[in-house]
């Protein structure tokens, strides 16, 4: 049987990611640079041959499956176990302001993301569990045949521990990834293993529509980890197995 072959993508640039306020299930519209972003993705991929779109239903990566679609007789399927995380209390606040009104919680989210949870909201390893579920039912249901998934940034963060075959208390070794990135895996069914092709690609962003390339906070994350080339931003990150 051939092989499953998984698009999984960050949706493009949305309010919150520009102005800096949590929006987990937050449902905030598209930016004018998301817009950009979204349209460079679907001509990255105008030739990927999709059978089917799956999407978050929340705007920002509805819109994103939505201009992967263009031209494609093709459905958008939604489903709410691809949805972000839900930060309750979190929810819409300034990121400035969540290490002051949480500083333990902000603490785990920073240094121990698997054992964080959200107040009144989602924990990690709900998410990751949630994540997961919904991942394997859509390989599983897709068999041989090459999907295309839009979803969010912490629920990609937490499903990639699990298609790399880590520990979730391994977590905070997967890098942020920015706005519209891509992510490749293939399913081979036979061993029933995820082979992670390409990892975190937004080089068809360019450095002029890159989000997360132009904040501090992205400079300071590649700094705890030791990361000091400057151009991880543009370019390609591969994982290949032979």
């Known amino acids: 049987m051939s092989k499953t072959v998984i698009y999984l993508i960050r949706h493009a640039e949305?309010?919150?990611?520009?102005?800096?306020?949590?929006?987990?299930?937050?449902?905030?519209?598209?930016?004018?640079?998301?817009?950009?972003?979204?349209?460079?993705l679907a001509e990255r991929?105008?030739?990927?041959?999709?059978?089917?779109?799956?999407?978050?239903?929340?705007?920002?990566?509805?819109?994103?499956?939505?201009?992967?679609?263009?031209?494609?007789?093709?459905?958008?399927?939604?489903?709410?176990?691809?949805?972000?995380?839900?930060?309750?209390?979190?929810?819409?606040?300034?990121?400035?302001?969540?290490?002051?009104?949480?500083?333990?919680?902000?603490?785990?989210?920073?240094?121990?993301?698997?054992?964080?949870c959200m107040p009144n909201g989602e924990s990690m390893y709900e998410l990751y569990l949630r994540a997961i579920s919904g991942f394997e039912n859509i390989v599983k249901t897709n068999i041989g045949k090459c999907v295309?998934?839009?979803?969010?940034?912490?629920?990609?963060?937490?499903?990639?521990t699990y298609i790399k075959g880590y520990e979730f208390e391994r977590l905070n070794e997967i890098l942020w990834q920015d706005n519209t990135a891509i992510?490749?895996?293939?399913?081979?069914?036979k061993d029933n293993r995820y082979n992670l092709l390409v990892e975190g690609d937004w080089s068809h962003l360019g450095e002029e529509l890159s989000t997360i390339a132009y904040q501090d906070w992205w400079q300071q994350f590649l700094k705890e980890r030791g990361i000091c080339d400057s151009n991880i931003n543009i370019i390609e990150r591969r994982e290949r197995y032979e």
Do not use: M
Not at 58 to 70: D, F, G, N, S, V
Not at 148 to 160: K, N, Q, S, Y
Not at 183 to 189: D, H, V
């Open 14 to 40: 949305a309010e919150g990611n520009f102005i800096r306020r949590f929006h987990g299930i937050t449902d905030s519209n598209v930016t004018e640079k998301g817009k950009l972003q979204a349209q460079r």
């Open 45 to 116: 991929l105008k030739n990927v041959h999709f059978d089917v779109i799956y999407s978050s239903p929340l705007k920002r990566a509805l819109y994103t499956a939505q201009q992967i679609a263009k031209g494609r007789d093709i459905e958008i399927i939604t489903r709410a176990d691809l949805v972000e995380i839900n930060g309750g209390d979190w929810e819409d606040r300034c990121w400035d302001e969540l290490p002051i009104l949480y500083p333990k919680e902000y603490e785990l989210w920073e240094k121990r993301p698997h054992e964080h």
């Open 148 to 160: 295309c998934i839009v979803t969010h940034g912490t629920l990609i963060r937490a499903l990639l």
């Open 183 to 189: 992510n490749i895996i293939e399913y081979e069914y």
